[in-house]
């Protein structure tokens, strides 16, 4: 059997950085919580519960903690996730006088320095992605005009923008480069004043360029990750294409009772994946033996 783990497969940079944030915090006094999961995996998310950190989903709750703190007088703290939110969230929780953490990655802070700069001189404001992802929508949050959000050829040909008005287009980080690209040559055929910034950050480039060359040259392709990862679902859909027996599975759990000894087997894994889940993996391949 041929094993080969991808290189870049599981935490990047700057969700590494945020879970270690939060995990350093729990050590401390203060009663901790995340705005949303911290990630997209729920075997971490567990973890933290356990450990006592709680989450919260939106500034009601930010404002019922604050009361609560104020009237106890026990200190809280507030973990802003990696994708990062919007102004008013972030400006809220900073008022509400609990303690904040922020760990949205300096690339995402880009992106929403970008996005403000150039709706505050006029520009609309374009971000191809998934509506609905939260770093989507805390980006969004960063513009003076409401931003659109495109994703999908059939969005960008009928996005209903003034095309005589200068417009900036930007990504999702975790978005797929070459639907970025197809997109943004779409966009460039209807309007004339537009400025792009491909913020899709190296960390996924990187990431999907090697899942598609070892899915390329695998058998069996296996994907770990969140089902609610939107940069695993795509790593999942690039691996597909070029391997058909491709799997997506949250831990080694999911994989089916199957004989890998005679296969060329390829493991990649998204940004929320934790090396201990990639680890069982790969041993369970090599094996036959899950451990859990
Ligand atoms: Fe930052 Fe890139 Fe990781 Fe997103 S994928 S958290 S932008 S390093």
Request: hydrophobic share 40%.
């Amino acid at each position: 059997m041929e094993l080969t783990v991808a290189r870049n497969a599981g935490f990047c940079f700057g969700v590494e950085k945020a879970v270690s944030a939060v995990y350093e915090a729990v050590g401390q006094k203060n009663r901790i919580y995340t705005y949303g999961p911290i990630i997209h995996n729920e075997t971490v998310v567990e973890d933290l519960t356990r450990r006592g950190v709680g989450v919260i989903h939106s500034l009601e709750e930010v404002d019922r903690l604050a009361a609560e703190s104020a009237e106890s007088g026990e200190k809280i703290t507030i973990v802003i996730r990696s994708h990062g939110v919007s102004e008013d969230v972030i400006s809220h929780i900073q008022k509400s006088g609990l303690s904040v953490i922020d760990t949205t990655c300096p690339f995402v802070s880009r992106i929403h320095q970008l996005v403000e700069d150039a709706s505050k001189k006029g520009s609309q404001i374009v971000i191809i992605g998934n509506a609905g992802h939260p770093e989507v929508v805390g980006t969004m949050g960063w513009s003076h005009e409401p931003a659109a959000v495109i994703g999908t050829a059939e969005e960008a040909e009928h996005w209903d923008g003034d095309l005589s008005r200068p417009v900036l287009v930007v990504a999702q980080t975790t978005f797929n480069t070459d639907k970025f690209q197809e997109l943004v040559a779409i966009l460039q055929r209807r309007a004339y004043n537009i400025a792009v910034v491909n913020t899709i950050c190296n960390a996924t480039r990187m990431r999907q360029q090697e899942a598609r060359r070892v899915a390329a040259q695998s058998d069996v392709m296996i994907v770990i990750g969140g089902k609610s990862s939107s940069n695993s679902a795509k790593l999942y859909e690039i691996c597909r294409k070029e391997c058909r027996d491709t799997y997506f599975i949250q831990t080694v759990k999911d994989l089916p009772e199957r004989d890998f000894s005679t296969l060329r087997v390829g493991i990649t894994a998204g940004a929320s994946t934790p090396k201990n889940i990639i680890e069982e993996v790969q041993n369970y391949v090599r094996t036959g033996r899950r451990e859990f």
